[in-house]
């Protein structure tokens, strides 16, 4: 796994969830998963495409979710309420989109695609070119699960192939 494209990512859920929840927060666990993700509750799965493909899972517990998403809302909600889902969404969006911008500003071009909530029990298994990191962010009103399975795109793979037989 490249850590180059994995920074960003580990940075801007640093950021946004340090920013958002106004929290203390430390990064937990770092694990590899040869196997397939064990989603954790409500769960983000969010899809990109180009010079990067793969996939980043954001994920938090039931009632985490519900924690954060009272705190965004600034008031209590119940744990069936659509606007945790969504909460849990735009955390994803703004992980994402932090990260997307400095992967543009290195020059990476790729897709990112609207997150989707990710339902089943595991998730999409590693392949041979993608290995998984799984992170636990720990914050003061519980623990968000980041799952990271990216790698350079077929598109980049060439280009650097080429570069490199020159």
Same mark, same amino acid.
């Given at each position: 796994m490249k850590m180059e494209l994995i920074q960003p990512f580990i940075n801007a859920a640093d950021a946004v969830l340090a920013q958002g929840l106004q929290c203390s927060m430390s990064i937990g666990n770092l694990s590899m998963e040869a196997e397939a993700y064990r989603r954790k509750g409500i769960a983000a799965l969010i899809w990109? #495409?180009?010079?990067?493909?793969?996939r980043i899972i954001l994920d938090l517990d039931p009632e985490t979710a519900v924690r954060v998403a009272s705190k965004f809302a600034g008031t209590e909600?119940?744990?069936?309420?659509?606007?945790?889902?969504? #909460?849990?969404f735009e955390l994803a969006n703004q992980v994402i989109g932090n990260a997307v911008t400095v992967l543009n500003n290195e020059g990476f071009h790729f897709r990112v695609h609207p997150p989707v909530l990710h339902t089943s029990d595991d998730g999409p298994k590693s392949s041979e070119d993608t290995e998984a990191l799984v992170i636990c962010f720990e914050t003061g009103i519980g623990e968000v699960f980041m799952n990271i399975a990216l790698r350079y795109g077929q598109s980049h793979r060439s280009e650097h192939a080429a570069a490199v037989g020159q």
């Open positions: 990109v #495409t180009g010079d990067i493909e793969g909600l119940p744990e069936t309420d659509s606007l945790v889902r969504e #909460t849990v």
